[in-house]
């Protein structure tokens, strides 16, 4: 199967419900007081604003490939943090395959010009498909290499126009318990929300993905769309998209709306801020033939080693502040 096919999948083919509904009557009241808003990190004053970073192309392909030795498929798929299927690792894996791939939408909203309900063929359309061997690493403590199939976030984000009031980025993940039977439970508030910056969505790295190792992206993994951000934790990688939405303040996250003092909004990889019960200074390396329990620790690097790429994006930024 080549690059484009494993990417072009045809649209064709593609918490008690009264507790959840109490929650979201609540936000939606403390939505609709003016002024007030709704703290998604450790800090109710806002972030500096987007960068001015100019990253030139040689930079930014520096950081599409690695030579670091890559983790095996089967690890790939069935090592998994994907709750809607379970919170054990294998439990994405091992569940019955009841998520229904085609077709799939996906909604485009808030600021920007050409809003809409798009088919995923036609929210890739235009896009040239390519490889990328990214490292992840998770917020957890171990981390793989991982040949991904996509293409670059900012050329489809580009397609709707944003306008210059969108100074973040929201994304959504499918919400149907009967698809995602994880979502019975209340492991988090349902459905999973991540956001960007505007300038970090629109990084080269940043890359919507559809595939791995030359095939179309498994359940597990997050079929049939999702983001993958090299230099934030694995958790920013939110899976199953069916929105985006640009926004103008910094939108709630799942982890963070969960648990603030421990999961922040930017969650860039930093060996030096430690999660408060564990250390981020090193990671635990699944590839080749390593086991998952007993795989080699290494050192854990700025931006998860492509700070070369993106450390320009958070000049002047105190990143112990803004986790």
């Known amino acids: 199967m080549s690059l484009r096919d494993a990417l072009r999948i045809p649209s064709s083919e593609i918490t008690d419900e009264a507790v959840y509904r109490d929650r979201r009557r609540l936000l939606a009241a403390f939505a609709a007081v003016p002024g007030l808003g709704l703290a998604s990190c450790s800090d109710a004053a806002p972030p500096p ?31 998994n943090n994907f709750y809607e299927f379970g919170t054990g690792k294998s439990d994405p894996s091992r569940a ?60 489809v984000l580009k397609k709707f126009e944003p306008t210059s009031k969108a100074r973040y980025v929201a994304f959504t993940t499918l919400e149907d318990p009967k698809q995602m039977p994880g979502q019975r439970y ?12 505007i300038d970090e969505a629109m990084h080269p790295l940043a890359f919507l993905v559809t595939g791995l190792y030359g095939k179309p992206l498994p359940q597990q993994n997050g079929a049939p769309l999702r983001l993958v951000v090299p230099w934030k934790y694995g958790f920013k990688g939110i899976k199953s998209i069916v929105a985006i939405t640009f926004v103008q303040t910094m939108p709630p996250t799942s982890w963070n709306d969960a648990q603030s003092e421990e ?42 080693g492509y700070a070369d790429q993106v450390a320009s994006l958070y000049a002047g930024m105190n990143l112990r502040k803004w986790f």
């Open 186 to 197: 209340s492991a988090l508030d349902w459905p999973y929300r991540e956001g960007l910056r």
């Open 96 to 155: 019955d395959r009841t998520l229904r791939l085609k077709p799939w939408s996906v909604a485009i909203g808030g600021q920007c010009a050409k809003p809409g309900v798009v088919s995923l063929d036609d929210l890739l359309k235009g896009s040239t498909p390519e490889e990328r061997v990214y490292r992840l690493r998770c917020v957890e403590g171990w981390s793989m290499v991982i040949p991904w199939l996509g293409v670059p976030l900012a050329d």
């Open 49 to 79: 604003a987007p960068s001015k970073a100019v990253i030139t192309p040689e930079q930014a392909r520096a950081g599409f490939r690695t030579s670091e030795e890559l983790t095996r498929l089967e690890d790939v798929t069935t090592y």
């Open 263 to 304: 999961y922040g909004f930017f969650s860039n990889v930093n060996p030096d801020v430690d999660h408060p019960r564990w250390s981020q200074k090193t990671e635990r390396r699944i590839a080749g033939t390593q086991s998952k329990l007993f795989a080699e620790r290494i050192p854990t690097r700025m931006f998860n």
